[in-house]
């Protein structure tokens, strides 16, 4: 695969999980298990900490392009998988999530350092549908991006800040 589309993907993704990174960070103790919507059918799925556990959840299974033989790092199960929408059997630290970005990085790393244009092309299958892993990477950074703007605008409103914009990561090495 070209190395311009790869450096340019990897600074891309890079920058997108350290804002991600940046609104973890700064959110506040009083501000991580707080319900901050309305959700009668998943209460916790509304609360700081959860959406940063869904984002790495996700962000891990994409990168690896299936469902089969996926396994999360310990202490996290794969009952984000469930249909049924269970949500984890504890509430995460901001430690443990931490950790899980850095193993996400990790891992976005090494997944676009091996990219082939063959891998690129790999057709991917979930419930939701199929797609090129190409495809689902760039979707995937776009997942992250989505969940990051939703926690920078829950601390703007809750904190009256958030972080600001990263143009590329500061480390795709």
Known sequence: MNTTWKTGLGQQFG????????A????????????LWDDDELPGASEFWYIVYHTLFWLDLYLTGT???FAPPAPFTLDELDPAGLLPDRVYTREELQAYLE???RKCRATIEALTDEQADRRCHFPWG???FAGL???NMRHVQEHTAQLNLILGQETGWSPRWVAQAKDHS
Not at 15 to 21: E, P
Not at 24 to 31: F, G, K, Q, S
């Open 103 to 105: 193993h996400d990085r």
């Open 130 to 132: 199929e797609i090129s």
């Open 24 to 35: 973890v960070a700064a959110c506040p103790e009083t501000l991580w298990q707080v319900r």
């Open 67 to 69: 469902v089969e033989g």
């Open 15 to 22: 920058a997108a999980m350290d804002m991600f990174g940046n």
């Open 137 to 139: 990477l760039l979707d």
